[in-house]
């Protein structure tokens, strides 16, 4: 047994320095030193130290057996396997790792300075990919892709915030007007005239909540620490509102107060939305949301217990509607089991960045795999039915500087919480889906 492993497990503090202050070698002092900072765990990263053990974990062998296995000419496994394991199309994530290494150089690979490769940007960008898809911890992916756990946290790190400055503006957008016509015209095709999607929150675990803030993230009906996501998805399930980071003791009331939902639509800054419904005009859009929400001229809510065949059939017809947030919240979690199981991360920074990326690739994945797609020829009619003939599409793309008076402000904000405009358009489309349901009983 050594004279550095003896003094290092066995030797009190003041028997080393006593020992250190009389030995001439400093080399063995130096070597002492380390022993010791190791031992108490002072450091946590040390860096490039001079003397630190090397773990060889073969990196370039990991690169090439990656390469093989997924993105050569002929792989070992196909289009099917890649999808599964990566929750997307092969072009798809070369796209995102594309998109990544050029915005951020620390996904490029480099020498070390030993001269040795260091990690491939497919390593780094499949580490982060697999603990986003399959919400494992960090350590899980070394066997395979043979990467660091250090290394792989700040991969992750790194990616999700390189997701959210390359694609975000792109992908988690507020609608503009060719996309609310697209919404108008699907909300139509299911009955509801003038619905731009429908709206829920969903609750994210925080297993490493601190201590002091459990009471503020926790609630009656969730007793586990949980963060907020506050959604707004189509019948494709593309989510064209989310806002995340709120304590899981509020409930979606307080969520919505805070959201910035009607924001535009406040300011005057949003496209307008003008449809007709049994006779009656209005100027907003509405997204179907269940029994919690307020009764807001911008929401339609179910009947609670429907009486005669009109409010059965509007019931049945908004329930099944409202279902597609529900049905995005389980594909989200269904791509990305990180925001399915509890939360690890200690920081709420990074868990917001987290859900923000995980959401951008998530309509991302349904674009490139949409089967449903309205003909550009349907669009141009349903454009012409929302807005005034002598208005050119184009000019529905209100500028984001528009800056509204107070008064305008007040009067927008009034008619978005207006009740009587809600029961009004509630009762309308009661009777709008039974003339379509007479209709179609008809013939």
């Not at 946290?153 to 609310?180: M, N, S």
């Not at 917001?352 to 490139?368: G, R, T, Y």
């Not at 984001?400 to 358009?425: K, P, Q, V, W």
């Given at each position: 047994m050594s004279m550095d ?13 006593d020992l250190a202050n ?402 009004m358009l509630q009762a ?16």
């Amino acid at each position: 047994m050594s004279m550095d492993y003896q003094l290092s497990n066995s030797s009190s503090d003041e028997e080393f320095w006593d020992l250190a202050n009389s030995s001439s070698d400093e080399e063995l002092l130096n070597s002492q030193i380390r022993a010791l900072q190791e031992e108490k765990g002072r450091r946590r990263r040390r860096g490039s130290i001079t003397g630190r053990l090397y773990k060889d974990r073969e990196r370039l062998q990991g690169h090439q057996r990656l390469f093989k296995d997924y993105f050569s000419e002929n792989p070992i496994h196909g289009e099917d396997i890649f999808r599964r394991r990566f929750r997307m199309h092969r072009a798809l994530f070369l796209r995102i790792v594309d998109g990544v290494t050029d915005h951020d150089s620390y996904f490029v690979q480099k020498r070390d300075g030993a001269s040795r490769l260091g990690l491939s940007s497919l390593q780094k960008c499949t580490a982060a990919m697999r603990m986003l898809a399959y919400g494992v911890g960090a350590d899980v992916v070394d066997d395979y892709i043979r990467i660091g756990e250090s290394t792989a946290i700040e991969a992750l790190r790194r990616f999700v915030q390189a997701v959210i400055d390359v694609f975000g503006a792109q992908y988690l957008r507020r609608p503009t007007a060719e996309d609310i016509c697209i919404l108008l015209s699907i909300g139509e095709s299911r009955g509801f005239r003038g619905m731009l999607g429908s709206i829920d929150c969903m609750h994210w675990k925080w297993k490493n909540c601190p201590v002091a803030w459990k009471g503020m993230f926790s609630r009656g009906d969730h007793c586990e620490p949980s963060l907020i996501l506050e959604a707004v998805a189509a019948k494709d399930l593309w989510i064209w509102h989310s806002f995340f980071g709120l304590p899981g003791s509020h409930n979606d009331i307080n969520v919505l107060e805070h959201s910035p939902l009607f924001a535009d639509l406040r300011e005057g800054r949003a496209p307008p939305v003008n449809f007709r419904v049994n006779d009656h005009d209005y100027k907003m859009g509405y997204y179907l949301a269940d029994g919690i929400y307020p009764s807001w001229s911008t929401f339609v809510k179910t009947i609670p217990c429907p009486q005669g065949e009109k409010a059965k059939n509007f019931a049945k017809a908004q329930e099944g509607c409202r279902k597609d947030v529900e049905r995005a919240f389980g594909v989200l979690q269904a791509h990305f089991a990180i925001v399915k199981g509890p939360a690890r991360f200690w920081d709420r920074e990074t868990l917001q960045k987290i859900m923000k990326a995980c959401v951008i690739m998530h309509n991302m994945i349904i674009e490139d795999e949409r089967a449903e797609r309205i003909a550009a020829n349907d669009h141009e009619i349903l454009a012409r039915q929302y807005v005034e003939p002598d208005e050119q599409f184009e000019d529905l793309l209100v500028s984001r500087n528009h800056t509204i008076d107070f008064e305008e402000f007040i009067s927008n904000h009034l008619a978005i919480r207006d009740r009587g405009t809600h029961s009004m358009l509630q009762a309308d489309l009661v009777e709008h889906l039974w003339q379509l349901h007479v209709a179609r009983t008809n013939t």
